[in-house]
């Protein structure tokens, strides 16, 4: 295969397993875009790659949503909640990523992931009330959670998946097939606020973006499949989550180095 089209395809596949990753675990979408853009695709300027990366997966975020909110797997209540407060912390926290190296801020990122992924653990026995939803007694909670959450994904670049399912269960204890559901309202938001900053300093690469954004369309749907088979498995779906997150954060960490 000539290099041109090696390369394009290498951009769709990353692009599909990008959205393969959203419709099975809610998040993970940038956690792989990211690294995915800079070392496999080639993207030199991890700026553009983390700019690029939150246009790609905020679209393909709407792409999975479509699919849970058939299957009926979105709390719309906690989801506006959060979106709204998280989308506030995202320009901010956008705005302070920028100004920080690229290459440190990928190792903070990856420190981060392992931090979660820990916690993800730790609570994979909690199987959470079905009938969770946002209240006068957990409001705040899910405030609280949205804006800081929104923080860490605009400084990262990030959708913020892997924080937003986690951030959802503990403020509302909703189970983790909602959680991952209603985090992709959110995950679409945060990743359209980060990318407007982005786009506004020049460091989104539209090609790229275009193609990431046709793979992933395509890989939601096997993903969305794959989560409601895990979903009936004590903790599997979140050990999972939890593999991916440790596998890409080793990964990013050893290159780092």
């Not at 393909?60 to 979106?83: M, P």
Request: hydrophobic letters at 55%; a positive charge; charged letters at 10%.
């Amino acid at each position: 295969m000539p290099p041109d089209l090696t390369h394009l395809a290498l951009e769709v596949l990353s692009g599909a397993l990008v959205g393969f990753t959203l419709g099975l675990i809610g998040g993970g979408g940038s956690i792989l875009a990211v690294p995915l853009m800079v070392y496999v695709v080639g993207v030199s300027n991890p700026h553009v790659a983390i700019g690029t990366s939150a246009l790609a997966v905020a679209v393909n975020a709407l792409a999975g949503l479509a699919q849970h909110a058939r299957a009926r797997t979105v709390k719309w209540r906690c989801a506006a909640i959060f979106a709204t407060f998280g989308v506030v912390g995202a320009f901010g926290g956008a705005t302070l990523g920028k100004a920080m190296d690229g290459r440190r801020l990928l190792l903070c990122f990856a420190l981060l992931m392992i931090v979660v992924g820990v916690l993800m653990l730790l609570g994979r026995r909690n199987q959470g009330c079905e009938g969770a939803a946002c209240n006068r007694e957990n409001m705040s909670r899910v405030m609280t959670y949205g804006l800081g959450t929104g923080a860490l994904s605009g400084f990262f670049g990030i959708g913020g998946g892997f924080l937003i399912v986690p951030a959802l269960i503990a403020s509302t204890r909703m189970p983790i097939l909602n959680a991952i559901g209603t985090s992709l309202v959110a995950v679409a938001a945060f990743g359209a606020s980060t990318a407007l900053s982005y786009m506004v300093s020049g460091l989104i690469d539209w090609n790229l973006a275009v193609l990431f954004i046709v793979g992933g369309v395509v890989g939601s749907f096997g993903g969305m499949r794959a989560a409601r088979a895990l979903a009936g498995t004590t903790g599997g779906l979140t050990i999972f989550f939890s593999g991916v997150i440790f596998c890409v954060a080793t990964y990013m960490i050893w290159r780092s180095f």
